[in-house]
C-alpha cells in the first residue's frame, strides 16, 4: 500500500470548480478484516462500500455519522458500513452460502442502497435509499447523486485483501450553474483511467500528479482515517434496560447469562444473574423527595 494509506485526501481543480477525494484505506481495513472471516467477493464489495463512505462522509459539512447499507434477495443479505464525522470506520456483513466474483446484482439480486446521516444534534435525521440494480456499487452511488443532490459526481472503487481505496470527483454547489461540461467530461475522463493497482500502489500525491498534471490543482492537508467501533458495555446495558427486565430475564433463566455480540467488531459482553440484577434494580431507585418533614 501507499505511504498516504489510511487518510483522505482532498483536492480541488480550482479552475472548473471540481472537489476531489481520494481515500486509501491499509491498517483500518485490515482491522474489520481481522475480525471476521469474509468470502473473498464479499470482501471485496465491503472494502468498496468503505472507501464509498468515507468519500460520501467527505461531501457533508456536519457533526454525526454516516451509514452505507446494502441490501439484497441473493448470496449476500447485507453489508453495513458506518463512518463518523471524525472519519471513524466499521463496518459487517451477514451472507449464505457462495458468494461469487462477478457483478454486484448477482451478489445481491434484488437490492436497494441505503444511506443514512444522523447529525449528533440539531438536525433531523437523512435517509435515501435507491435500487442497486447496476453491475458495480459506483453505479448505485451515481443515481444517488443524480436524483438527490443535482451534482454532477463519479466514484471509481476498489478494494482486495489487503487494501481499500477510491476516488471522488464532484462539481462543487456553488459551481454548478456555470458548469463547464467540456471540463467536467475531460477531468472524469481523465480519472476513469485511474486502475486498482494505482490506487493501491501510487499514493494520493502521486495520483493527482498523474491525473491532473496540466490543471491548477490546490492539495489540501490530509485527513486520518482509522477503524473504531463505538459499542461499549454502558450501551449494552442501556439496550438491556430499554427491552426491560420482561424480555431479559427469560433468556437470563434459559441460558444461565445474557451475551451479546457486537457484529462489527466481534466483541462479547457477558452478563450474569447479579449483573442483571443491579441493571435492572437501578431503574427502581427513584430520587429522593426535596419535601421537608
Known amino acids: 500500500m501507499s ?4 487518510t ?16 486509501q484505506l491499509d491498517a483500518s481495513w485490515r482491522a474489520v478484516l481481522d475480525r471476521h472471516d469474509y468470502p473473498p467477493a464479499l470482501r471485496d464489495r465491503m472494502g468498496e462500500l468503505m472507501a464509498a463512505a468515507a468519500l460520501l462522509n467527505a461531501t457533508l459539512d456536519y457533526q454525526g455519522s454516516l451509514s452505507l447499507q446494502l441490501q439484497g434477495s441473493g448470496p449476500i ?42 447529525p449528533q ?10 435500487a442497486a440494480e447496476g453491475g458495480t456499487l459506483a453505479e448505485s452511488l451515481h443515481d444517488y447523486f443524480a436524483r438527490s443532490e443535482h451534482l454532477h459526481t463519479r466514484l471509481w472503487l476498489s478494494a482486495g485483501a489487503d487494501y481499500a481505496a477510491g476516488l471522488l470527483l464532484q462539481q462543487q454547489p456553488d459551481a454548478a450553474q456555470e458548469a463547464d461540461h467540456d471540463a467536467w467530461n475531460r477531468m472524469s475522463h ?21 491525473l491532473f498534471h496540466e490543471e491548477d490543482v490546490r492539495v489540501f492537508e490530509p485527513v486520518p482515517v482509522s477503524f ?8 449494552v446495558v442501556n439496550t438491556l434496560r430499554l427491552l426491560g427486565p420482561g424480555e431479559i430475564k427469560p433468556l437470563l433463566e434459559e441460558h444461565g447469562e445474557v451475551t451479546v455480540h457486537c457484529e462489527f467488531c466481534n ?5 450474569d444473574p447479579v449483573d442483571i440484577e443491579q441493571i ?13 418533614h
Open 8 to 23: 483522505l485526501q482532498a483536492f480541488l481543480l480550482e479552475e472548473h470548480g471540481i472537489r476531489g477525494r481520494i481515500i
Open 77 to 118: 443479505h447485507w453489508i453495513v458500513v458506518e463512518c463518523s464525522s471524525n472519519y471513524e470506520l466499521r463496518a459487517t456483513a451477514r451472507w449464505s452460502g457462495a458468494v461469487a466474483p462477478g457483478p454486484l446484482n448477482g451478489q445481491i439480486g434484488q437490492g436497494r442502497l441505503i444511506i443514512t446521516i444522523t
Open 3 to 6: 505511504a498516504s494509506a489510511d
Open 280 to 292: 435492572f434494580a437501578t431503574d427502581l431507585i427513584e430520587p429522593p423527595s426535596k419535601t421537608q
Open 267 to 271: 466483541q462479547r459482553y457477558s452478563f
Open 190 to 210: 481523465l480519472s476513469g483511467t485511474l486502475s486498482g493497482d494505482e490506487l493501491k500502489t501510487c499514493s494520493a500525491t502521486e495520483i493527482i500528479k498523474r
Open 228 to 235: 473504531r467501533c463505538s459499542c461499549s458495555r454502558e450501551r
Open 121 to 130: 444534534q440539531g438536525e433531523e435525521r437523512y435517509q435515501a435509499i435507491v
